[in-house]
T-cell receptor, first 114, second 116 residues
Framework: DAGITQSPRHKVTETGTPVTLRCHQT?????MYWYRQDPGHGLRLIHY???????DKGEVSDGYSVSRSKTEDFLLTLESATSSQTSVYFC?????????????FGPGTRLTVL | KNQVEQSPQSLIILEGKNCTLQ??????????LRWYKQDTGRGPVSLTI?????NTKSNGRYTATLDADTKQSSLHITASQLSDSASYIC???????????????FGKGTHLIIQP
């Protein structure tokens, strides 16, 4: 998985609780992304980062926040989890010089919100 | 709105047979098209990428074709193996400026099952 780890790999939580997912890379790539994958929807971009402390919203950013204090770590936070956020979350990275096109994905985190 | 439509949604074939998956897109202007393979419980892995000037690209038993005029692509799998059982996702990149994140449009995937 191209030097990308995600933690936790599985999580069950209750509605209203805060949740933080972590993506860690060892490739020193500039771009990092968070996607969610749901049946019938395909992959949808939540947030992305183009450098330390530089982030921007994607297609489905409502209810999510991100932070990137180090090149290697990109955190996704659900401030108050809802059942609609039950999904599989994938982190991806892009090598330098290729912008948005060349992406490598992590193994995913399966989140269940009860 | 940019769209990527894949067909069929699911497909079952016998081991050793060939198959072809389809991808139609409306993304314009077009930059490149990528096919990903996603095994159950894992992240997508890139198979091929083609720019508008390329009309075919191979990766082992996988051959992707692209017709930029009709905005269609296909992924052909030759002599299928049990390990080919997976979802195959078509991703189209439009032109973007400043490294913006709205350059990729993902299809919903074709779920392929290879039976022995």
């Amino acid at each position: 998985d191209a030097g990308i780890t995600q933690s936790p790999r599985h999580k069950v939580t209750e509605t209203g609780t805060p949740v933080t997912l972590r993506c860690h890379q060892t490739e020193n790539h500039r771009y990092m992304y968070w996607y969610r994958q749901d049946p019938g929807h395909g992959l949808r971009l939540i947030h992305y980062s183009y450098g330390v402390k530089d982030t921007d919203k994607g297609e489905v950013s409502d209810g999510y926040s991100v932070s990137r204090s180090k090149t290697e770590d990109f955190l996704l936070t659900l401030e108050s989890a809802t059942s609609s956020q039950t999904s599989v979350y994938f982190c991806a990275i892009s090598p330098p010089g290729q912008g948005f096109n060349e992406q490598f994905f992590g193994p995913g985190t399966r989140l269940t919100v009860l | 709105k940019n769209q990527v439509e894949q067909s069929p949604q699911s497909l079952i074939i016998l081991e050793g047979k060939n198959c072809t998956l389809q991808c139609n897109y409306t993304v314009s202007p077009f930059s490149n098209l990528r096919w990903y393979k996603q095994d159950t419980g894992r992240g997508p892995v890139s198979l091929t990428i083609m720019t508008f000037s390329e009309n075919t690209k191979s990766n082992g038993r996988y051959t992707a074709t692209l017709d930029a005029d009709t905005k269609q692509s296909s992924l052909h799998i030759t002599a299928s193996q049990l390990s080919d059982s997976a979802s195959y996702i078509c991703v189209v990149s439009g032109m973007y400026s400043g490294g913006g994140a709205d350059g990729l449009t993902f299809g919903k995937g074709t779920h392929l099952i290879i039976q022995p």
